[in-house]
């Protein structure tokens, strides 16, 4: 029913709006090609890409939001940006802070 009304689509176009109005050069995602075709995404610059562990190299797909953000590009992609770890005490002291207290 979702895919009717469009969902995903819309989804995706806000995404990559959201990426390239933060700066992004380009977008990488490992998904049906023949879906993300529709969005721009093709696997013509991700040859040189790898993934840790096994994956199907057809299925991992680029978007240059910036015109040759992705020319050379080669190695391992990995995450980046601050980790955010939870902890015990942090989901705690939260539930401490939000709980209603007694007058």
Do not use: C, N
Request: aromatic share 6%; net charge positive.
């Amino acid at each position: 029913m979702s895919r009717a009304l469009g969902v995903g689509a819309a989804l995706m176009s806000h995404a990559l709006a959201a990426a390239k109005a933060r700066g992004h050069g380009a977008v990488i995602l490992l998904g049906d090609a023949p879906y993300y075709a529709r969005f721009g995404f093709s696997a013509l610059k991700t040859a040189e890409l790898s993934l840790p562990g096994p994956f199907e190299r057809d299925r991992l797909l680029g978007l240059e939001l910036r015109a040759g953000a992705l020319d050379g590009a080669w190695g391992m992609i990995v995450p980046t940006g601050a980790l955010v770890v939870k902890t015990k005490a942090s989901r705690t002291r939260k539930a401490l802070q939000a709980a209603p207290r007694a007058a």
